[in-house]
Every structure is written in structure tokens, then in C-alpha cells.
């Protein structure tokens, strides 16, 4: 069974940092990408980041210069650094997982920004 297991969110001040995790489990096939998706109240489920095994990364335009997506291929986790943090960054935080039998997804972490 596929397991993807989110830590790290929580509250952070404007201008603070915070670093997500995720690790993968129970994948037994090639995984092309590893990334981080957002969903804030009211909106769609929008990408973050992400990245291929071969260290391809791609930000959306929100987070660029701020968030850095890293993958460990050995160990099969993903983390995102997110810094300069600001309210809008608010959301729940998504583990996803493209592989060649499908893509998995975490249960999500919620990231709060405030004063």
C-alpha cells in the first residue's frame, strides 16, 4: 500500500520559514516526480512545486525565489523549504507523487501565516 506522510506545517509568523516534509512508502515502480500542492479555503488545488528524479524543479510563480523543493531519490521523501513566508501562503500543503502506475497524493498539512 502506497503511504505518503506529511510533517512540519503549522503556524508561522510574515517573513518566517517553515520546511514541509514528506516520505514515500510502499512504492515499488519508478517515480517520475515528487511535488508539493496547496489548497487554500475557497480556491482549487493549485501546484507548488515540484521535482523530477533527475532534479528538474518547477515553482509556481507565487513562490519563486522563496520555496525550495528538494528530493532524496535514496529515501524516497520530498521537503519544501518555504521562506519570506506571507499570509497568502496559507493553505493546506499536499504531498504528491507521480509514479508509472498512478499518482498518489498525502493527506495534507496545514500551514497557517499570520501576526
Known amino acids: 500500500q502506497v503511504r505518503l506522510v506529511e510533517s512540519g506545517g503549522g503556524s508561522v509568523q510574515p517573513g518566517g520559514s517553515q520546511k514541509l516534509s514528506c516520505a514515500v512508502s510502499g512504492i515499488f515502480f519508478s517515480i517520475r516526480a515528487m511535488g508539493w500542492y496547496r489548497q487554500a479555503p475557497g480556491k482549487e488545488r493549485e501546484l507548488v512545486a515540484s521535482?523530477?528524479?533527475?532534479?528538474?524543479?518547477n515553482y509556481a510563480d507565487s513562490v519563486k525565489g522563496r520555496f525550495i523543493i528538494s528530493r532524496d531519490n535514496a529515501k524516497n521523501t520530498v521537503a519544501l523549504q518555504m521562506n519570506s513566508l506571507k499570509p497568502e501562503d496559507t493553505a493546506v500543503y499536499y504531498c504528491n507523487v507521480v509514479g508509472v502506475q498512478g499518482t498518489y497524493w498525502g493527506q495534507g498539512t496545514q500551514v497557517a501565516v499570520s501576526s
Open positions: 521535482i523530477t528524479g533527475g532534479g528538474y524543479t
